[in-house]
Nanobody, 124 residues
Framework: DVQLQASGGGLVQAGGSLRLSCAAS????????IGWFRQAPGKEREGVSC????????SYGDSVKGRFTISSDSAKNTVYLQMNSLKPEDTAVYYC?????????????????WGQGTLVTVSS
């Protein structure tokens, strides 16, 4: 079974940083794309970032470009999301997801496997 475990959320002041982790198991990590999404109360789910472990392709949502960095450690089967210069509007539950088809297709058509979320709260 594909399992994804997101962690690293917490409370941080505006301008601060957090690093989220997505630990993966149950599939061939190097063949999959891992995406990060977020959902704030009363808002639709938003794609944040994606990395394709197969070829290293990365993508970012416009609202996080230049502030967030996605990376992957295949030795640990873990994808990280480094979040810098955090803003109150980054407050949300963050989820990681996995799919074999790659970032472009998965971000467009949907990821097949999802982990539980981790809450990020940015205070002003």
């Amino acid at each position: 079974d594909v399992q994804l475990q997101a962690s690293g959320g917490g409370l941080v002041q505006a301008g601060g940083s957090l690093r989220l982790s997505c630990a993966a198991s149950g599939f061939t990590f190097d063949d999959y794309a891992i995406g990060w999404f977020r959902q704030a109360p009363g808002k639709e789910r938003e794609g944040v970032s994606c990395i394709s472990n197969r070829d290293g392709f990365t993508s970012y949502g416009d609202s996080v470009k230049g502030r967030f960095t996605i990376s992957s450690d295949s030795a640990k089967n873990t994808v990280y999301l480094q979040m810098n210069s955090l803003k109150p509007e980054d407050t949300a539950v963050y989820y990681c997801a996995a799919d074999w088809v790659g970032c472009l297709a998965a971000m467009k058509f949907g990821f097949t496997s999802w982990g539980q979320g981790t809450l990020v709260t940015v205070s002003s």
